[in-house]
């Protein structure tokens, strides 16, 4: 098994596209047991600098659900991964190098509110954007054979994005 490397690209408008393909790929695998598919992460964020993996939110119509995607997901490429660390979380993977990476949940999962508030809070203040592409580019070259470090690094200014996206949430309530 080949180590993942962490390596940090500028932003490709094509990932927009290829979000599109999967989603469309992944509604007609699952049909009605998925209520949305979201782009997440950093391919999300227009001209956000990021690991070239497009990151997909997908939620179920059931908790339940989830255990009748995997063989339907399986044979679009996307290898069942568990809960990898979240419980409640379905997670797959897709392609060698990985190219996509699917999150399944139940539509009230806290992590379904805290992917779409982070992706949309980097979309509408340009400078956090810049900040967080800044910041990944500094632990990539730090962290280029961690992932497991590179992920845990990013966790501070994760969470005080998610607050402050958090607080724009209930401001508008």
């Not at 950093?42 to 690991?51: D, E, F, R, Y």
């Not at 992706?119 to 632990?139: E, F, G, I, T, V």
């Not at 996206?165 to 401001?171: D, N, R, S, W, Y």
């Amino acid at each position: 098994m080949s180590k993942r490397r962490i390596v940090v690209v500028p932003y490709d408008p094509r990932w927009a596209d290829l979000f599109a393909q999967e989603r469309a790929a992944i509604v007609q695998a699952c049909g009605c047991r998925v209520s949305a598919v979201h782009h997440i992460g950093s391919t999300a964020v227009p001209g956000l600098a990021a690991k070239p993996i497009i990151d997909i939110l997908a939620v179920l119509q059931e908790p339940e659900d989830g255990v009748l995607c995997i063989k339907p997901l399986g044979r679009l490429g996307y290898g069942f991964r568990c809960a990898n660390g979240i419980d409640g979380r379905y997670y797959f993977t897709k392609g060698n190098p990985r190219s996509r990476h699917l999150h399944m949940y139940p539509s009230d999962h806290p992590e379904v509110g805290r992917h779409l508030r982070f992706r949309d809070y980097l979309r509408s203040d340009p400078d956090a954007a810049a900040a967080y592409a800044d910041l990944k580019l500094r632990l990539a070259a730090r962290f280029a054979d961690d992932p497991l470090a590179y992920a845990t690094a990013k966790d501070e200014f994760c969470a005080r994005i998610d607050r402050l996206a958090t607080g724009l949430h209930q401001g508008t309530e």
